[in-house]
């Protein structure tokens, strides 16, 4: 704007200049043309021509230059304000343009500030909903786990004395209902207050073929195809071994009660590009996880298994990635399967690594 002002101005000038030169010329022959016809033809002789006639014309000759340049300059300031006014004008549609600009990132950063202030209420009131359950549970397993102790001791010592069958089969449910019992306070305890880790290094290699092998002997196995890919390349980890297996254990066990016989299981485990952490999934073909479910299968005593289960495999899990500094997702698509991802950091932060002989097999 400021490089095309002075042409705009130059050219308004000359503009100007012309229009002066013409409203002279206009004005000296509308003035001829009047002493022509005024003017009796006596006085058209040089005499009265250089006395009457010339000095009228060049008075009025320079009257009308006077009159144009006068307005010439009226243009010119008006001209002048046209264009400060245009420049006030450009300058306040910057202003407010940018002022919008501010107003609308403002209004992204409160809309952004908002959603976070969402995310961390529902994140506090999570944790506050498991911290009581936490509280719950120990105070619950603290009472039951004493009599729960002395009950099957009476009855394992009531099954040696039972004299009849029926009275041994009825004596072995109890113990079997009481060990359930016993299982699920120990849950509750392992979620609750999950034990100091044991770290060490692990190749997930030979700990998903150890686990495995522990498996594959189960009943609900045996109707199943397992699979394996493990990336060659993969890195040992730092992690506690007996977390990780049972970790593996439970998405395994839970894959095949959902798997149809004949189904299969992949277990997957390969680094992530570009960062260090490695992923394991466990992917089933069985049922899939309806839409609503999706969403609170790790919340613990939450279950689909009608009468079965404890609802705290996947809650006991999750506890035992997030004291790895890992995460764990669920995706499932209904009838076609579910998949288990579990994201692990290669080496746990501000931990001490123990020396690389020691390897978890």
Known sequence: MGEASPGRQRRSE?????????????????????????VPPAWLTAP???????????????LALFAARYTAEALRA????????????????????????????????????????????????AYEKYAALAQLALGAAHEINNPLLGILSHLELELKVAATTEQR??????????????????????????????LS?????????????????????????????????????????????????NLLLNAAEASPDGGSITIAA??????????????????????????????????TKRGKGTGLGLSISHAYVRSHGGDIRVESIPDRGATVRIILPIRQEGKLAPEPEEVVV
């Open 270 to 303: 390969e680094k992530i590009k570009f960062t260090e952490n490695v992923e394991i999934a466990v992917t089933d073909t069985g049922c899939g996880i309806p839409a609503d479910i999706l969403p609170h299968v790790l919340e613990p005593f939450f279950t």
């Open 14 to 38: 000359a503009r100007i200049r012309l229009h002066m030169l013409g409203m002279a010329a206009v004005l000296l022959l509308v003035v001829a043309g009047v002493f022509v016809i005024v």
């Open 201 to 249: 290094k692990i190749h997930l290699g030979r700990l998903v073929d150890d686990t495995l092998a522990f498996l594959r002997h189960q009943p609900m196995f045996r109707r199943i195809t397992l699979e394996t890919r493990i990336a060659a390349d993969l890195p040992a980890i730092t992690a506690d071994a007996n977390q990780l297996s049972q970790i593996l254990m």
């Open 78 to 125: 008006a001209t002048a304000d046209v264009e400060r006014l245009r420049e006030l004008a450009q300058y306040r549609e910057q202003e407010r343009d940018l002022a919008q600009q501010e107003l609308v990132q403002r209004l992204q950063q409160e809309r952004g500030l908002a959603h976070e202030k969402i995310q961390f209420e529902a994140q506090l009131a």
């Open 48 to 62: 009265h021509v250089l006395l009457v006639i010339l000095p009228g014309i060049l008075a009025t000759l320079a």
């Open 169 to 198: 089969e009825e004596i072995q449910q109890c113990i079997q209902g009481t060990r359930r019992i016993s299982a699920t306070v120990r849950g509750l305890i392992n979620y609750a207050r999950p034990g100091p880790l044991l």
